[in-house]
């Protein structure tokens, strides 16, 4: 599975959009972006996921560049609540043929401030 | 509710001693995962079932065991082989045999060392 990388922690006003960078440069052309975060001291929450098109859900926008080397996470009103570790995953989906986990690194560490 | 329930939320081990955490699942999944998280690090993967009565070994599978004689249980030994058993322990599911890697977490255990 490709690695990504993070920024190890941002700030954000509440209310504000909050923009979350993932960087992905070695991602394959099957492999998906998947995004999780993990509020402290709780397992973490599916978000989103995509493969080249812009995703959007009652959670967030995932936008994916055209040549996938970097994707960003879109919280478009940012409370006090989305306060957490936000992680970028990328990876085969389970059918295609790789068996295993995701694997999830240190994250972004996401403060939203009052 | 469906959903997935890991207990007991706090554990506490002595020297020498076997802990087993409890994983619960009536979501009808079929893989099952558990991770290993230290603070301010990422999850590392300890084991992972696809199927009852089968399960392999993840990144740090040792000083642990597991079994999966039930669809909707999983649960974890922390064997006394474990030297460094502090950690906050989390349960994955997922259903089986599709291309979405939403994994659905538990609560998490945190097990410490009298």
């Known amino acids: 599975d490709a690695k990504t990388t993070q920024p190890p922690s941002m700030d954000c006003a509440e209310g504000r959009a909050a923009n979350l960078p993932c960087n992905h440069s070695?991602?394959?052309?099957?492999?998906?972006v998947y995004w999780y975060r993990q509020i402290h001291s709780q397992g973490p929450q599916y978000i989103i996921h995509?493969?080249?098109?812009?995703e959007t859900n009652e959670m967030a926008s995932l936008i994916i560049t055209e040549d996938r080397k970097s994707s960003t996470l879109i919280l478009p009103h940012a409370t006090l609540r989305d306060t957490a570790v936000y992680y970028c995953i990328v990876r085969v989906p389970w059918g295609g043929g790789s068996q295993g986990n995701l694997i999830f690194g240190k994250g972004t560490k996401l403060s939203v401030k009052p | 509710d469906g959903g997935i329930t890991q207990s007991p939320k706090y554990l506490f081990r002595k020297e020498g001693q076997n802990v087993t955490l409890s994983c619960e699942q009536n979501?009808?999944?079929?893989?099952m995962y558990w991770y290993r998280q230290d603070p301010g690090q990422g999850l590392r993967l300890i084991y992972y079932s696809q199927i009852v009565n089968d399960f392999q070994k993840g990144d740090i599978a040792e000083g642990y065991s597991v079994s999966r004689e039930k669809k909707e249980s999983f649960p974890l030994t922390v064997t006394s082989a474990q030297k460094n058993p502090t950690a906050f322990y989390l349960c994955?599911?997922?259903?089986?045999?599709?291309?979405?890697?939403?994994?659905?977490f538990g609560s998490g255990t945190q097990l410490s060392v009298l």
């Open positions: 994955a599911s997922k259903p089986q045999g599709t291309t979405n890697e939403k994994l659905f």
């Open positions: 979501l009808n999944h079929d893989a």
């Open positions: 995509g493969l080249k098109n812009n």
């Open positions: 070695t991602i394959s052309g099957n492999e998906y």
